[in-house]
């Protein structure tokens, strides 16, 4: 059965860093787009960052967008998600998401759709202190 577990969360003051990590099991998932999303309490999930199969294109939030950096090891199967000069409004539950039927589509507008997510992770907390 495929899975993705998140780690890397935790809790770090503002301007400093973290790396999640998703690793994925039970299917190969190269072929699959990645995606991380967030959650803040009493907040919708909201879109973070995404990474074509390949890797060569990546979407970004623009709350995100020059802080942020995902990539993937298709050999690992672990997407990563690289988070610098975090502010406290970064605090939520990060998910990771694969989608099997995101080839068929570019552009920000359908990979930062969390219905044309197939899978999902169970969640890591990223709490940052001000």
């Known amino acids: 059965q495929a899975q993705l577990v998140e780690s890397g969360g935790g809790l770090v003051q503002a301007g400093g860093s973290l790396r999640l990590s998703c690793a994925a099991s039970?299917?190969?998932?190269?072929?699959?787009?990645m995606g991380w999303f967030r959650q803040a309490p009493g907040k919708e999930r909201e879109f973070v960052s995404a990474?074509?199969?390949?890797?060569?294109?990546?979407y970004y939030a623009d709350s995100v967008k020059g802080r942020f950096t995902i990539s993937r090891d298709n050999a690992k199967n672990t997407v990563y998600l690289q988070m610098n000069s975090l502010k406290p409004e970064d605090t939520a539950v990060y998910y990771c998401?694969?989608?099997?039927?995101?080839?068929?589509?570019?552009?920000?507008?359908?990979?930062?759709?969390?219905?044309?997510?197939?899978?999902w992770g169970q969640g890591t907390q990223v709490t940052v202190s001000s």
């Open positions: 998401a694969a989608s099997r039927q995101m080839s068929r589509y570019s552009g920000s507008y359908y990979y930062s759709r969390s219905e044309l997510y197939d899978y």
């Open positions: 039970g299917r190969t998932f190269s072929t699959y787009a």
């Open positions: 990474v074509r199969w390949s890797g060569g294109i990546t």
